[in-house]
């Protein structure tokens, strides 16, 4: 039997410096210290430990060693993980917790349904291929083009705007070199 079973014990969760929950559990909080007994977790240096407060909010520790003891006597096998204090922080925010959302339409949804639309202009896109083709295609070439252009913007987000976008592919095809830096933004609209 294990004689530390009726010390109070917290679950927590141990987060990644990247971020990652790498592990849940339930140990002992002694100040500078906590003990778990569970041989398979898995911590490192420089880890968080985060419990979670009645208040609803995080107390987190740093690990700054995590010592794994094996089974002796009655003791059965069990970390003492030793720690320093960061601070209390709202659930799931501060210390290594950290959210980074870039690009468009970017979105973080946390415990909840994203109902959200998404609204995209991609006018400058095209604005900048028109500008692009007007400087470099003359002619009658150069008002094909930019009428494909046109059409790729105006179909947009729907089922025509493949056709368009062959369409102009196929017309672009002896000014390549001009439309590949465009490329990219123009599949991603697929």
Known sequence: ????????????EVVSP??????????????????????????????EIRRRLPNG?????????????????S??????????????????QGGHMNITVSGDNARVNIGSTDNSKNTV????????????????????????LVEAVREMEQTQGTAGYAAAYQRFIGLAADHMTLIVPFLPALTALL
Not at 75 to 92: C, E, L, N, T, Y
Not at 124 to 139: K, Q, T
């Open 75 to 92: 003791i059965p096998a069990h970390f003492q993980i030793d720690v320093r204090r960061k601070g209390s922080f709202p659930h799931g």
């Open 121 to 144: 202009n991609h006018g400058a896109l095209f604005s900048e291929i028109v500008a692009a083709i007007e400087r470099s295609v003359p002619g009658e070439r150069g008002t094909v």
């Open 57 to 73: 909010a995080d107390e987190v520790f740093e690990v700054i060693d995590p010592k794994f003891m094996e089974k002796f006597h």
């Open 1 to 12: 039997m294990n004689p530390f079973s009726d010390m109070p014990h917290s679950g927590f």
């Open 18 to 47: 990247e971020g990652e929950v790498r592990a849940t559990g339930r140990g002992i909080f002694s100040g500078k210290q906590v003990t778990v007994f569970d041989g398979s977790l898995l911590v490192f240096p420089g880890d």
